[in-house]
């Protein structure tokens, strides 16, 4: 089946610890995307990529970065100099064109 | 304020009410995105539109680009329609509204 894949689910780390959230997909998507949601905001963008080996900094970068070495993966590690790094994470990836996205299944992120 | 405003925030509905959940946008969009989001966090894609109306079993979604205003309206509502529901305006990105918490009871 085609889609997207986080893991894990849910993930705890203690303060100050790097930690790294996995985002795969197999719909041969060249633009992939990382989220943050938090209650009572709407999400919020940490990075994007639309290409391998080239990424852009969201609305909220800072204390994150990522990586794409392959179109069908796009790690997002959440760094300690990330302030509030306890919230629910959620890549997408979108296909020709980009309007439309597909949404993995997200990690909910606890620290410590 | 916020460039995209969703109202309610919260509605409780009973079983087989007709609902309605508003979305205004005051930033020129490309296309607008309504979106599922059930209590295990998963997002589903339920509708994107540039004009119009479009209909999917029990759900309608419609926008009016020059008010700058898109509803979601469900028909025959049912407890599985619960979860959140959350419109986005596509520009350059995606522009998110926070949300709609709608509980469907039996």
């Known amino acids: 089946d085609g889609g997207i894949t986080q893991s894990p689910k849910y993930l705890f780390r203690k303060e100050g610890q790097n930690v790294t959230l996995s985002c795969e997909q197999n719909l041969n998507h060249d633009a992939m995307y990382w989220y943050r949601q938090d209650p009572g905001q709407g999400l919020r963008l940490i990075y994007y990529?639309?290409?391998?080996?080239?990424?852009q900094k969201g609305d909220i970068a800072e204390g994150y970065s990522v990586s794409r070495e392959k179109k069908e993966s796009f790690p997002l590690t959440v760094t300690s100099a990330q302030k509030n790094p306890t919230a629910f994470y959620l890549c997408a990836s979108s296909g020709q064109g980009g309007n439309e996205q597909f949404f993995g299944p997200g990690t909910r992120l606890t620290v410590l | 304020k916020n460039e995209v405003e969703q109202s309610p925030q919260n509605l409780t509905a009973q079983e087989g009410e007709f609902i309605t959940i508003n979305c205004s946008y005051s930033v020129g969009i490309s296309a607008l995105h309504w979106l599922q989001q059930h209590p295990g966090g998963g997002i589903v894609s339920l509708f994107m539109?540039?004009?119009g109306k479009k209909k999917h079993g029990r759900l309608i979604a419609t926008i009016n680009i020059q008010e700058k205003h898109s509803s979601l309206h469900i028909t025959a509502s049912h407890p599985r329609d619960s979860a959140v529901y959350i419109c986005?305006?596509?520009?350059?990105?995606?522009?998110f509204g926070t949300g709609t918490l709608l509980a469907v009871q039996p």
């Open positions: 990529s639309q290409i391998v080996n080239d990424f």
């Open positions: 539109l540039s004009s």
């Open positions: 986005a305006c596509a520009t350059n990105k995606l522009i």
